[in-house]
């Protein structure tokens, strides 16, 4: 595996460790002092700000670094479009949010403050799209970095709201601030780096949106069927099973980080090697699959057999009823991130255009599985729908549909162990090829 892709990864998944280390202690800190209503709460704000996420990036989040790689000297051009695209509809999602919590939630004042002050946090989201440009650089170490200082700095004021004893209104802003600082700090950090200044094209963003355009519909689609849960729970049940939930939820997600590295370090090269004609394309792609499947069930297993005593010491007892929830939750990682790796494939081969019906049918599915299963199960029934829909969506529908049945045998290639060793392998390799060199 190329030596850049190596050292990208490893500086994404070396910060993003730091990070998550710092966002479990004070999260754990956090959902302890706030109590399962209140957690449950903050739950329902940012299920929302997420479930409009995909609006507001217009699906360029998913096409920006191949933007880049199609287009070397309008870098600056591209990059500055996507900005200003995104931060028009971020105001306009927020204006959204704010329509939704006041008819939703009509009469309770503090449900809609804690939603309004988080929508702030799509505003700063918007601009933290800059990341995708240090992406298709391979130069993930900035934007990494960048992360784990305004997490540093999100933790001390978390801190200082537990110390205080301040209500969970001061805690629904604390995103809003890390999504800040993160934008901020890439900003001058592309500033000083990037060789072009960012521009304003409309007929560019046009072209731009053509080509994004299927993974708006797609990616809300996504939405549904990952953070509809949360907000049927909270509509259906209390915040308390929300809770529940989202501390199970979160649990699982503690790694997520880690594929999410691996995913984002290797897109720039699976693309540039279709885009080169390269006969790496296809191995590359297998390998990333054959990672993804092992490493996370590697981790279901782990978390299924060690669900209670994880929640005890993260939570505390009054978060137990989430430990069964858990236990079904994991399991949907390995599939969730079949569904990344497939998106990939899907752009580096033009097929956005069926990603609306994938979704779509995910996103139907999870609404009538949640439906049936919350009323009588609760958070676990939550668990099930989504471990269920994302089966259903990353891996069944690719045997349905015929255009992307293709991906699926390079999926099913991925379940090989081998292409896992040989990765596991060039990262040994780089790391001892650092040592002789501090030797020496």
Known sequence: MNNRVIKNASWMIGCKIAQSVISLIIGMLTARYLGPSNYGLISYAASIAVFLLPLMQLGLSKTLVQEFIKRPDREGEVLGTALVFNVMSAVACMGGMYTFLSVANAGESTTILVGVLYSFSLLFQATEIVQYWFQAKL???????????????????????????????????????????????????????????????????????????????????????????????????????????????????????????????????????????????????????????????????????????????????????????????VWYVTFSNYGSVRNIWMLAENKQKYLWIINLSGALANVALNAALIPLFGAVGAAAASLVTQFFTNVVIGFILRPIRYNNSLMIRGLDPKPLFRYLSSIIKQLRKKLSKKRD
Request: glycine share 4%; proline share 3%.
């Open 139 to 329: 130069l993930s170490k900035y934007p990494s970095i960048a992360s784990v200082i305004s997490y540093t700095i999100v933790a001390l004021y978390k801190v200082y709201l537990l110390v205080t004893g301040r209500s969970v209104i001061w805690f629904s802003v604390s995103s809003t601030l890390d999504y800040l600082l993160i934008s901020v700090i890439l900003l001058i950090v592309y500033k000083r780096m990037g060789n072009q200044k960012l521009k304003f094209s409309w007929r560019l963003g046009m072209e731009m949106l053509h080509s994004s355009k299927y993974y708006i519909v797609a990616s809300m689609m996504v939405s549904v069927f990952q953070q509809t849960d949360r907000i049927m729970l909270k509509l259906m049940m209390n915040e308390a099973e929300t809770g529940y939930y989202s501390s199970a939820i979160t649990c699982v997600s503690v790694t997520a980080f880690v594929f999410a590295a691996i995913v984002d370090s290797m897109r720039p090269p699976i693309l540039e090697a279709k885009h080169d004609g390269s006969d790496a394309y296809e191995p590359r792609i297998i390998q990333l699959y054959s990672v993804i499947t092992y490493a996370s069930l590697i981790q279901s297993v782990f978390m299924v057999l060690l669900a209670r005593p994880i929640v005890l010491i993260l939570y505390g007892e009054q978060y137990l009823p989430s430990v069964t929830a858990l236990r079904v939750a």
